[in-house]
């Protein structure tokens, strides 16, 4: 596993696009703090820069770090949650402006799996984690089920087994700063 850390961080820091394992399904990720990084990322999924990608974190120290505020309720939902949940925050800080819903808010997950935690803490910079698939064709639930043009279209693709028996994409929980919760997918 670390070689396949230490080869991911190294495309990363480069701007590449990787393929990984995440908490949920298999995800395309990239520095999210770096615009032509996001830029690869959209134009791999043939999706529009105005609908947002989810962003992963090591922990809730990084995630405090990239949002102006984080609504106490926040923490009792990460502490709570049964499954990975995604909280989308208002006002992000320090990431790509194309990453940035057009409301300034931003979708941050804490990442609940060793390999998503340890590559982002070695990184030291949030992560794109979106479904790898072709905005609009259903979201592959096993490696096996990506699209080979996905497959191509990454820099590095990480070469470890499918842990998620029946993995799904994360419930995602919109908390605005004025104390409204929105659940946006159960």
Sequence with gaps: MIEEIN??????????????PTDTVWGI???????EAVKKVYALKKREDTKALIC???????????VKE????????MDLATKPT???FDEPIGIAEN???????LAIRVASDKFCQYLINKFRKPIVSTSANISGNPTPKQFKDIDEE???GVDYVVNLPDENINPSPSSIIKLSNDGQVKVIRE
């Design 7 to 20: 080869n991911c961080n190294k495309v990363l820091q480069e701007g590449g696009l990787i393929l990984y």
């Design 29 to 35: 990720g990239c520095d999210a703090t770096n615009p």
């Design 56 to 66: 992963l974190v090591a922990n809730q120290a990084m995630l405090e770090r990239h």
């Design 70 to 77: 984080v609504p106490e309720v926040a923490y009792d939902i």
């Design 86 to 88: 995604t909280i989308v």
């Design 99 to 105: 990453l940035v819903a057009e409301d300034n808010t």
């Design 150 to 152: 996905i497959l191509k």
